[in-house]
């Protein structure tokens, strides 16, 4: 439910009235919109950098990526 707005100018008259019917309307227009934008993809991992890799698998020899993966 939506009420109807009144737009003031700085004087404090009334500039227009936005009918609740106006209202509605942009509304579900914005939602439609919102929900195309929406992607059911996920973020991407990202990936270790190669000279980190290097550097841990020196510092932890027995690490292995099967018993730690997701």
Same mark, same amino acid.
């Given at each position: 439910?939506?009420?109807d707005v009144k737009v003031l100018n700085p004087d404090g008259t009334m500039k227009k009235v936005i009918t609740s019917n106006e209202l509605k309307l942009t509304h579900?227009?914005?939602f439609r919109k919102? /929900?195309?934008n929406l992607s059911l993809?996920?973020?991407e991992r990202r990936k270790v950098?190669?000279?980190i890799k290097e550097k841990l698998d020196l510092q932890f020899p027995d690490f292995? /990526?099967?018993r730690y993966a997701d």
């Open positions: 439910m939506f009420y579900w227009e914005n919102a /929900e195309e993809q996920t973020a950098p190669p000279w292995s /990526e099967s």
